[in-house]
């Protein structure tokens, strides 16, 4: 790849995580799916017990995340991108910060995601690395705060 390219490929990597968070805060999943490639690949590396590890292809992205507006109020702040040695890849810093609906509990989280982009940007793959505990503390209407 030319040395023009990666500047540009860099930036689609990296607009497709911002379009990432930008879309799933609206609750816009239907277009929020169009990101991926049609066998796109969302991956949840710590994700608890009953909470799939992986979803792959739209339909299933969107069958998987179109509860969550209704599950999480939340924005996406301080975002950070983090260099890779691969123009494709956007490695992403960020915070959320909102609460869950049906509880009205904080949700409050620091995430870490990698993205992997094909040549028109659009996402192959999406390791989301989120703190499940954040997430079933916030929704369980009688547990404990954390220390």
Known sequence: MSGTLVPERR??????VAEHLRLVAAGRIAE??????PDGILEFP????????QVRGR?????HMSQF????????????FHETTDPATAIAEFG???????????????CIS????DDTGRIIRYVDYWNPLVAI???EPHAAPRD
Do not use: C, I
């Open 114 to 117: 990698v993205v992997y982009t």
């Open 137 to 139: 503390e916030a929704l």
């Open 32 to 37: 929020w799916v169009d990101l991926f490639t």
């Open 46 to 53: 710590y994700a608890p017990a009953g909470v799939p590890r």
């Open 69 to 80: 507006p209704d599950t999480f109020d939340v924005r996406f702040v301080n975002l950070v």
């Open 96 to 110: 959320s910060t909102g609460r869950a609906v049906a509880t009205g509990k904080p949700y409050e989280q620091t």
């Open 11 to 16: 930036s689609a990597a990296q607009h497709a």
């Open 59 to 63: 339909d299933a992205l969107l069958a």
